[in-house]
Nanobody, 118 residues
Framework: QVQLVESGGGLVQPGGFLRLFCAIS????????MGWYRQAPGKQRELVAV???????NYADSVKGRFTISRDNAQKTVYLQMNSLKPEDTAVYYC????????????WGQGTQVTGSS
């Protein structure tokens, strides 16, 4: 059974930091493209950051220089270090595992809430 379990969300003041965790089980993790997405109230889900199996990364323009995605293949865990948080970063953050070409649809976690509040 495939599971992606996010944790680490919470309430943080503007300028603060959080580290999100995504623990993965049930898939061959090392070659998967792992991503973090977020969905704010009333908005569509959007890509935050992605890291491919080879280590290359992409970030949304809104988080470049503030967020860092990383992974530990041995621990099957993906991280999102979020610094200099802003109120507009408030959203539910989802972990995503893309296994193309072996599987057309990605796996998703249940999400973790991040709230930036003054």
């Amino acid at each position: 059974q495939v599971q992606l379990v996010e944790s680490g969300g919470g309430l943080v003041q503007p300028g603060g930091f959080l580290r999100l965790f995504c623990a993965i089980s049930g898939i061959s993790f090392s070659f998967a493209t792992m991503g973090w997405y977020r969905q704010a109230p009333g908005k569509q889900r959007e890509l935050v950051a992605v890291m491919r199996g080879g280590g290359s990364t992409n970030y949304a323009d809104s988080v470049k220089g503030r967020f860092t995605i990383s992974r530990d293949n041995a621990q099957k865990t993906v991280y999102l270090q979020m610094n200099s948080l802003k109120p507009e970063d408030t959203a539910v953050y989802y972990c995503n595992a893309d296994l193309r070409p072996f599987r057309a649809n990605p796996y998703w976690g249940q999400g973790t809430q991040v709230t930036g509040s003054s």
